[in-house]
């Protein structure tokens, strides 16, 4: 894209940023009303109409019924999305509202919503129009709040959610950008004021972007280290895929149990021989403990702090066994049992817990 956020994105630009979407057979566009997502549909409905044969466009407005302008905004979207000759459709996110929590609760429900939607579209994706200010405020909370590296790579540019691909193709854009566009076209968007609201973490992570930009620290920094962590922690997810076939590798080799009960325990769960796991990178560690509690339990995902907390317990207990008696440890996190003992790491569900008696 253009160095210069004040520049309305052309139609090459257009083109470049929908040109992996072009054998899509339909895709949901997620338009809520904002600059944004506007933008997203009115470049989507210009660059479809540059192609001899593309995806059928289908724009869906999610109305969560938290504001009273809501609904007057969905009909909004409607207007336009007809006037770009575009299908429409409203889902309303109905039920009790949760008293707490209620960004990652309207989060959950609008990716809900929106997935059935492309189902029952025949859609294989999903836009969103996250910007590059999305990228470095969701790289910034989670720097505050503790994240690992794969936290720190924030938004992926595209990621399976319940049987479809969501895609963000202004991940390099700025939300100035896309509101140039609009006003070049002369085109209305909503203004929703809780974006404003700092009863909410994003809009206070905002005014916190603003003060670092002086020492450089602007959204395009911060997007920038979020797109080299991803970088990074692609190259990770490798090594531990490499140290899993080790470890898989290690157990044929190994001799095998003669008890047909131990030979099916092991294929429902994951096990590792303790001594090789203990010689690998703590980081890969870390990440294959992970994987099988979130695979195996059914509380997770399982926190990293709480799994870092477990791989220095099997450390302990690890050194301890080369000194004295053989090293022993159970414990349950995330609704998964993580045992060691006769020199072996077991991941398994946790057994039901027992009710106290009344």
């Not at 999305?81 to 996110?93: F, S, V």
């Not at 025949?122 to 936290?151: K, N, P, V, W, Y």
């Not at 076209?185 to 670092?212: K, Q």
């Not at 895929?241 to 001799?255: F, H, Q, S």
């Amino acid at each position: 894209m253009s160095d210069d956020d004040n520049s309305p994105i052309t139609v090459r630009q257009a083109k470049a940023l929908f040109a992996d979407l072009k054998g899509a057979p339909a895709i949901i566009l997620a338009v809520s009303g904002g600059p944004d997502s506007v933008a997203l549909m009115w470049l989507a409905a210009r660059w479809r109409r540059t192609l001899a044969r593309g995806p059928r466009l289908v724009a869906v407005t999610i109305d969560h019924g938290l504001r009273p302008e809501s609904g007057r905004e969905a009909r909004e979207v409607k207007r336009l999305a007809r006037a770009l000759d575009l299908p429409h459709h409203t889902k309303r996110w109905t039920g009790e509202k949760p008293k707490s929590g209620v960004p990652a609760a309207a989060r959950a429900a609008r990716y809900r919503l929106l997935a059935a939607a492309a189902r029952q579209s025949g859609a294989s994706h999903i836009l969103t129009a996250h910007t590059r200010d999305d990228q470095a405020e969701t790289f910034l909370m989670r720097l505050l709040r503790g994240s690992g590296i794969a936290g720190l790579a924030a938004m992926a540019r595209s990621i399976e959610r319940e049987g479809v691909l969501i895609a963000r193709p202004f991940l390099n854009v700025s939300k100035s950008q896309l509101i140039a566009t609009l006003e070049k076209a002369g085109i209305g968007f909503a203004d929703d004021p809780t974006n404003r609201d700092t009863s909410f973490t994003r809009p206070r992570i905002r005014s916190v972007i603003e003060g670092l930009s002086a020492e450089g620290g602007d959204a395009r920094n911060l997007a920038r280290l979020a797109s080299r962590l991803a970088r990074a922690n692609a190259a990770i997810e490798i090594l531990v895929e490499g140290a899993a076939r080790y470890l898989t590798l290690k157990d044929r080799l190994a001799p095998t149990s003669s008890s047909a009960t131990d030979s099916v325990a092991r294929r429902a769960n994951v096990s590792f021989d303790a001594r090789a796991f203990a010689g690998l990178p703590e980081e890969i560690r870390l990440r294959l403990l992970q994987r099988a509690i979130d695979r195996l339990g059914d509380e997770g995902p399982a926190e990293l702090g709480k799994v870092e907390a477990l791989s220095s317990a099997l450390d302990r207990a690890l050194r301890k066994s080369m000194t004295r008696r053989p090293a022993q440890l159970k414990q349950t996190l995330a609704g998964a049992l993580v045992s060691l003992a006769r020199g072996r790491i077991v991941i398994a569900p946790a057994p039901p817990r027992r009710r106290r008696a009344e």
